[in-house]
């Protein structure tokens, strides 16, 4: 009876780490639209991020934010709260489908 709580418990923390892994974009995007609009469209001196770069240049645009390689007011500080693979995930979400 115990090994089968245990065991039960093990599957749920398995699942729970594996649903984690997974980013939900339109989760992630929502804490960009405040800003850059609904469909990322920008405006009042925001940036448009609606199809604007390539997923890749879309990464690499995030990424330098981070590294704050890229001259910034406040992307630096947003794109160090994500991962890599949350990054790709509002890359599929907000940029040009690769060609
Ligand atoms: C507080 C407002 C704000 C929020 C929230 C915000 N951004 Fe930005 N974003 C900006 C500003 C302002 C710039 C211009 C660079 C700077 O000054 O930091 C920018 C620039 C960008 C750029 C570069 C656009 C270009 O062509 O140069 C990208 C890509 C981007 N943001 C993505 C995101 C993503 C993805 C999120 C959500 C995780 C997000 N931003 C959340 C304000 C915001």
């Given at each position: 009876?115990?090994?089968?709580?245990?065991?039960?418990?093990?599957?749920?923390?398995?699942?729970?780490?594996?649903?984690?892994?997974?980013p939900?974009?339109?989760?992630?995007?929502?804490?960009?639209?405040?800003?850059?609009?609904?469909?990322?469209?920008?405006?009042?001196?925001?940036?448009?991020?609606?199809?604007?770069?390539?997923?890749?240049?879309?990464v690499?645009?995030m990424r330098?934010?981070r590294?704050?390689?890229?001259?910034?007011?406040?992307?630096?500080?947003?794109?160090?709260?994500y991962t890599d693979a949350e990054i790709a995930a509002l890359a599929?979400?907000?940029?040009?489908?690769?060609?």
């Amino acid at each position: 009876m115990r090994l089968a709580v245990l065991a039960a418990v093990a599957w749920s923390v398995g699942i729970g780490a594996a649903a984690a892994q997974v980013p939900d974009a339109a989760l992630l995007a929502g804490a960009c639209q405040g800003c850059h609009g609904a469909t990322g469209e920008g405006g009042h001196g925001i940036p448009s991020i609606r199809q604007m770069q390539t997923q890749a240049e879309f990464v690499a645009t995030m990424r330098a934010f981070r590294a704050n390689e890229r001259p910034n007011t406040v992307m630096g500080r947003i794109a160090r709260g994500y991962t890599d693979a949350e990054i790709a995930a509002l890359a599929q979400h907000f940029a040009k489908p690769q060609p």
